[in-house]
């Protein structure tokens, strides 16, 4: 916030305004008035000087590095009658600015302790704060003051020493200056005043200037929903008086400051879309400012403490029929088809390969009805997905796309999982007693389409194919039924290629005959499921501890056990009689109820992993943090954001192939760039919250912001060349 200041500018005129008017020109009267009665008007005015310094509404300024801090008041006296209007006035040079109570995303607020004694004593440190102004520096947002500021304060006074006649009071102050960098800054700061009844000083102008730019208590009900839905209803609120709108919170941490707020006015509402923080769906109130702008440019400032309740807005927040929803359901079918040939997604070409095969020389109804179940399986769980992280972000929990694999309960369970799969694969035991040349018109084959789709799933979820991030962060900071329909076409994208497949013979016919070789395929494909529980134990590993890794090897003996025994019943089945299958059906039982005995230790593992290490960081790297993030941008360095996690396949690949590499590290310390790691392995609110504030909802993540310049996010798929491109191209 800028305030026009006092034309005061040279020395003499600036001591010179504590003076009454009449004192004044008559000083400058002698000095006109020749030489002789020029030396009395200096000394006149010398001695005056002398003794009003002590006797003033400002104090002494003082010049710190990059502003001049003084101490005024609107008054030459003070009584116990009414609060003293008292400020902090801070001159900045050009170019620097200091915060708001809440700083937004870098900053600290300025903090001052004013005490007074002698005939009068009080105390105060609470500021009554003028509307800031949104200053945007890469990807971050302050809410700060600019030029002549002032800082308001109310100093109630009692009385103290009666024999006294003068007020002494003193303060010290502490701010933060920014421009390129951010400078601590410090003064203390002393007046006196008479005792008696108030008259302004010189100094009222600027306390009358500084409440025009005080917010006012709003007239309108605000309430605000636990997706970040914030809406003011009034009936003088309409599209013709309001053209744009905007809120800032008193607190910092809420919500996602430089995220867009798209407000949406109607009659009689305004509506901003905010980006909600961890924690939002359990507050009780929300306040802070909403700054109203009108067509002719003025903008007036509400303050609001808003409620929990339900926008009535109905229309804008079922399902919008606007372009953003299209683009979104564009961008989601896109990512989920892109997501068949990510890295994440291959353990599951065994089922996939064999199933296409096989399809291709079957009756036409066999083809369309496998290829609906194993789609319905892929929509369905998709959506079931999608519900279940809306549900974690209305009770307030910070979650992301591919957090079930931040717990080491469910990272477990898959390793089982998979294993089990390759053990079925290399003819360990069948999941049931049909051949795979069998007529499948049974419910329990359809059904084995349908539980593949699940797995699809559930094996994908951890990574992020190019237009997924958009996509996944829009359907959920949207309605819930919009979003779902993300979620639907995401996973039509994925399902697609085995939908075609089936639909068009054209397709069909192109696939290879089913022969002896499908064998040998099964059986080889069963061991990048092996290499994929490898990874899982090292993920769980790196969640849960060293312990996780008996816990889970002792898993997969006894499923290794009861898929081993249920095999040898499938085998025999004509030779062993039913007493004898019964029996080694109960051994395989109690070494599968083993393996679920061994769940309730590993979900003590993800409660309390308290012997989790993290991923270790090449020479080179250094941990991701918000303070380390605005050490190096206030220090004019470059900076490389990479978002990872040990589950994450394809944050894994860029790593090794684009980012851990030998061009790519000589590149960055060639453009004096930083690389900070953020490991999202493990549940960690901060990471969450950035990438909320970046419009992503999972991993991988990378952002270049260079020291000059706008930030660039690039896409999840790397290569060393994209990498070094970027980073030259902004230098």
């Excluded at 064998?519 to 080889?524: D, G, I, K, P, S």
């Excluded at 061991?527 to 312990?547: D, H, K, Y």
Aim: with cysteine; charged share 10%; hydrophobic share 50%.
């Amino acid at each position: 916030m800028s305030l026009p200041v006092m034309p005061l500018s040279r020395p003499f005129a600036s001591g010179l305004h504590h003076f009454p008017a009449t004192l004044r020109a008559k000083c400058f009267q002698h000095r006109f008035s020749g030489w002789l009665s020029n030396s009395f008007a200096i000394l006149a005015v010398a001695f005056t000087l002398a003794q009003s310094a002590a006797f003033a509404a400002e104090s002494t300024p003082i010049k710190t590095g990059h502003s001049i801090a003084s101490l005024i008041t609107a008054s030459d006296t003070a009584d116990n009658n009414s609060p003293l209007h008292i400020a902090l006035r801070l001159q900045l040079q050009n170019g620097w600015h200091t915060y708001w109570q809440n700083p937004g995303d870098a900053g600290d607020p300025p903090a001052i302790t004013i005490k007074a004694d002698g005939a009068l004593q009080g105390s105060t440190q609470a500021i009554h704060w003028p509307v800031p102004q949104r200053i945007r520096d890469s990807s971050l947002m302050s809410y700060a003051y600019t030029g002549d500021v002032i800082l308001p304060l109310e100093l109630q006074l009692h009385p103290a020493d009666q024999n006294a006649d003068k007020v002494n009071i003193t303060a010290h102050a502490s701010w933060l200056v920014c421009e390129h960098v951010c400078v601590p800054e410090e003064a203390d700061l002393a007046l006196t005043l008479n005792k008696g009844m108030p008259q302004p000083s010189v100094q009222a102008p600027l306390f009358e200037q500084i409440s025009q730019h005080m917010a006012v208590p709003s007239p309108y009900t605000a309430i605000f929903s636990p997706d970040g839905l914030l809406q003011l209803t009034g009936k003088d609120l309409s599209p013709t008086s309001i053209t744009d709108a905007w809120f800032m919170p008193e607190q910092q941490g809420k919500i996602a400051e430089a995220a867009a707020q798209k407000p949406v006015i109607r009659n009689g509402s305004v509506t901003l879309h905010l980006k909600p923080a961890a924690n939002f769906s359990a507050l009780q109130s929300l306040a802070g400012i909403v700054v109203l702008k009108d067509k002719a440019g003025t903008e007036r400032a509400l303050q609001i403490n808003a409620s929990p309740g339900t926008p009535t807005d109905t229309a804008e927040n079922t399902f919008p029929a606007s372009t953003g929803f299209i683009r979104q359901m564009l961008f989601a079918f896109i990512g989920g088809l892109i997501l068949n040939l990510m890295p994440c997604v291959f353990p599951i070409l065994a089922m996939k390969a064999l199933a296409v095969t096989r399809l291709g020389h079957a009756a036409r109804r066999e083809q369309i009805l496998s290829a609906v179940c194993y789609a319905s399986g892929v929509i369905s769980s998709f959506t079931l997905l999608g519900a279940i992280m809306m549900a974690a972000r209305l009770s307030g929990a910070a979650t992301g796309w591919g957090f079930q694999f931040q717990s080491p309960l469910f990272v477990g369970m898959i390793c089982w999982l998979l294993f089990a799969m390759a053990l079925n694969l290399l003819g360990v035991f069948a999941f049931s007693a049909v051949s795979i040349n069998s007529t499948p018109h049974t419910r329990h084959n359809l059904w084995n389409d349908v539980l593949t789709g699940v797995l699809a799933v559930i094996v994908a979820s951890p990574c992020t194919a190019p237009f997924m991030g958009v996509a996944i962060a829009g359907a959920l900071s949207g309605p819930p039924l919009a979003g779902l329909t993300v979620f639907a076409a995401l996973g039509l994208g994925l399902a697609l290629p085995y939908l075609l497949i089936a639909i068009c013979p054209s397709c069909s016919r192109m696939l290879p005959r089913p022969g002896a070789w499908m064998v040998y395929l099964r059986q080889f494909l069963a061991f990048p499921l092996l290499a994929s529980c490898v990874w899982l134990l090292w993920v769980a590993t790196l969640e849960g501890g060293a312990f996780i890794v008996a816990l889970l090897g002792s898993g997969m003996v006894l499923l290794g056990l009861a898929a081993w025994i249920h095999g040898l019943t499938q085998t025999h089945q004509n030779i062993w009689s039913d007493r004898k299958r019964f029996a080694l059906h109960g051994l395989a039982l109690l070494a599968l109820l083993g393996t679920l005995g061994l769940l309730p230790a590993l979900r003590q593992q993800a409660v309390a992993p308290s012997s989790a290490q993290g991923m270790t960081l090449p020479e080179g790297v250094e941990a991701f943090s918000n303070t380390r993030l605005q050490t190096l941008q206030a220090n004019g360095k470059s900076v490389f954001i990479d978002m990872t996690a040990a589950w994450c396949i394809t944050c894994l690949v860029n790593e090794r192939v684009a980012l851990d590499v030998p061009e790519v590290r000589n590149a960055f310390k060639a453009q004096n760039v930083t690389l900070l790691r953020g490991d999202w392995t493990t549940h960690d609110a901060t990471i969450t919250a950035f990438l909320r504030q970046h419009g992503r909802d999972g991993v991988p993540f990378y952002l270049f912001i260079p020291a000059n310049g706008t930030p660039v996010t690039l896409p999840q798929v790397l290569t060393p060349g994209l990498v070094i491109k970027t980073i030259r191209a902004t230098h």
